[in-house]
């Protein structure tokens, strides 16, 4: 099925929306809202997968010093507020430029079974068509396997966000990071370490390239990404992994301009 190219999924993770106390980092909030709110009135249709509920919601419950905030239940009930934390702000901060926000929490199971899907397709397509930005989320307070699970399925959403790039038929794949893309080395710990530009191939070579989880506020790693990317680009979705703390960089990416790292989509 051929895909929208005014379409675009932009995926944000917990490191980009918290600051390093773990709190809401509301200027960078305010700065992707306004980002996004401005290219959807170029004419793009937008979807946001967002992370970030159980951070948002163990902050606001103070639940960090607590003995079992570990423990599931606790991380359920940290995400259950944490979700109206999140799409309060997303109310608020796109309601400043004017845009519409919808809510979308999903389970695996809404992926599986095909009716589900097909309903789900249906439902992004109607508020696509009135001007809504949809906002994504997994249902972490009722979906405990992929909490508890060390493999996620959508590893903090970054596979989530591919799935619903492929559902929706976005032309592309926007995943924002807490480093400026794929480098073959991790900068963090390597200096030397060099941005790759442009990636045509996900293989082995390239999986060994990627490291292990991601930054302490997040669950996603560079290695989900890759899966994602993979998943996106089998399906003809161009995907590109950059900085969060700079969407700005959007900008230049919708005018035609090259930043991060692009995995070219395969048709």
Do not use: W
Not at 240 to 249: D, H, L, S
């Amino acid at each position: 099925m051929a895909l929208y190219n005014n379409r675009i999924v932009v995926k944000v993770g917990t490191s980009t929306l918290t600051n390093d106390a773990g709190k809401s980092d509301l200027r960078a909030t305010d700065r992707l809202v306004c980002t996004l709110a401005d290219i959807h009135n170029m004419g793009y249709e937008v979807i946001l997968v967002s992370s970030g509920a159980i951070a948002v919601g163990r902050n606001k419950l103070n639940m960090q010093n607590r003995p079992d905030v570990g423990t599931m239940r606790m991380k359920q009930a940290a995400a259950a507020v944490g979700q109206c934390s999140l799409m309060y702000l997303y109310d608020k901060f796109f309601g400043d430029y004017d845009k519409t926000v919808a809510q979308i929490l999903l389970n695996a199971e809404d992926i599986e079974q095909e009716e589900k899907k097909e309903n789900l397709t249906n439902t992004f397509d109607a508020l696509l068509e009135m001007d809504v930005i949809p906002v994504v989320n997994e249902n972490d307070s009722v979906s405990y396997t992929e909490i508890e699970s060390e493999d996620r399925l959508f590893g903090d959403n970054d596979m989530l966000s591919s799935v619903v790039a492929v559902l929706c038929r976005a032309k592309r794949l926007v995943i924002l990071s807490d480093i400026d893309g794929f480098y073959d080395s991790d900068p963090r710990l390597h200096p030397n370490a060099k941005l790759i530009g442009q990636i045509d191939v996900i293989d082995e070579s390239v999986y060994s390239l990627a490291g292990g989880a991601g930054s302490r506020r997040g669950t996603g790693g560079m290695r989900t990404k890759l899966q994602a990317a993979q998943l996106a680009t089998s399906n003809g979705i161009d995907t590109i992994v950059t900085n969060g703390k700079r969407p700005e960089a959007l900008y230049d990416l919708v005018k035609g301009g090259k930043i991060g790292t692009l995995f070219t989509g395969k048709i």
